[in-house]
């Protein structure tokens, strides 16, 4: 039987594409500082151990990434810290600076100059493992000393078998064509499970709300093997310098389904939610990017602008998982997707040529 030549010219394209994603993932990140090799360490637990004028210089030293039963601390389980000074590169410029710390084992909170800027599971007495969770922490640029010492301080908690960080490419990464916001809205977001359509009206008591890193998946952050309907929330103010501009709010990838609300009004949804969980149906909306078009008028300069994101997961992880996460012009939102699809459509003339 000789093969058929479409099936086998599809074959070939569905295997070429999915290289090509692969290669633009990995080209997409460049490294700025590589954290590989040797970093300060010490069992125990101390919140200053996070400033970054504590002297360290009596600590043991610890390579990373490595189990730290396999750097001399065999058996130990409990807290401990890592500690690394660096500098910037004199030439960074930015836009967009990320912490990899690949997985952590089992829970951390990672600082970069005393400024928490991510964590993943739960410490005691509310213990929460996340193993499994790769860790990547977008770090605002303002954190940053650009001439001097910097200093990266990451909590440790394991509870039982191998601890610390023992894999991934540790550093610092950044994407030079990355999706830059005008207003960068990452970082922590008030968040709670269940369902209150009254949740996104901007008058809300937000006291017993938990306080979690976007963009990054629930499941790492203390609300393991949750699926159902969670809400986020998240207060910013307007600067006058983007009044009277076309603007997109962009909320990055989500699991599953959203309705994303400003100042009480609907903006943009992804899929269907039905208020009745078992009617909710969801296929490939995990995968889509989320950038929802804000009517003129509808943000406030200079006051407190809320967004509130209502997100149903049907199973395996949930939430606002990747970014970029905040407001940008209408014109540089439409340039950077026309720019992103002259570039498919001349891999695909490459590849028919």
């Known amino acids: 039987m000789k093969p058929n030549r479409k099936i086998l010219r599809y074959g070939l394209l569905v295997i070429f594409i999915n290289l090509f994603s692969q290669m633009a993932v990995a080209q997409d990140w460049e490294r700025l500082v590589n954290l590989k ?26 390579k990373v990434p490595a189990y730290w039963e396999d750097e001399g601390f065999y058996g130990y389980n409990g807290y401990a810290w890592y500690r690394k000074h ?22 951390d909170q990672a600082y970069i100059n005393g400024k928490l800027i991510g964590f993943s599971g739960s410490f ?41 960080i023992p894999n991934g490419d540790i550093g610092l990464y950044f994407m030079p064509n990355a999706l830059i916001s005008d207003i960068n809205l990452e970082g922590d977001w008030k968040f709670k499970t269940g369902d209150n359509k009254e949740w996104k009206k901007n008058n809300i008591n937000e006291k017993d709300w938990s306080t979690v890193f976007v963009p990054s998946n629930w499941e790492s952050q203390g609300f393991n ?22 603007l997109v709010l ?11 609300y400003l100042n009480g009004q609907l903006v943009g949804s992804t899929g269907v939610i039905n208020d009745d969980p078992s009617k909710n149906r969801h296929d490939n909306e995990y995968s889509q990017f989320r950038g929802y078009y804000i ?48 570039k498919k459509k001349n891999i695909f003339e490459l590849f028919f040529e």
């Open 86 to 107: 660096f500098k910037l590169p004199e030439d960074f410029y930015g836009p967009v600076v990320y912490l990899h710390l690949g997985t952590v084992d089992d829970v």
């Open 37 to 62: 090799g040797w970093w300060k360490f010490s069992i125990g637990d101390d919140m200053n151990w996070a400033n970054p004028s504590y002297n360290d210089n009596d600590w043991e030293e610890i």
């Open 250 to 260: 962009m909320v990055g990838k989500i699991d599953d389904l959203d309705e994303v």
């Open 124 to 164: 005691p007495p509310n213990y929460q493992t996340a193993y499994n969770a790769y860790r990547k922490y977008p770090v605002p640029l303002k954190y940053f000393k650009k001439d001097g010492d910097n200093v990266i301080a990451v909590r440790v908690y394991d509870a039982e078998l191998g601890g610390g």
């Open 295 to 342: 009517p003129d008028g509808l943000v406030k300069v200079n006051e407190d602008n809320v967004i509130a994101v209502r997100v149903y997961d049907g199973y395996l992880v949930g939430g606002i998982y990747e970014g970029p996460v905040g407001i940008i012009t209408q014109e540089r939102y439409t340039k950077f997707w026309r720019e992103m699809k002259k």
């Open 225 to 246: 093997n949750y699926d159902g309907f969670a809400w986020y929330r998240k207060t910013f103010k307007f600067p006058e310098n983007l009044k009277g501009k076309k």
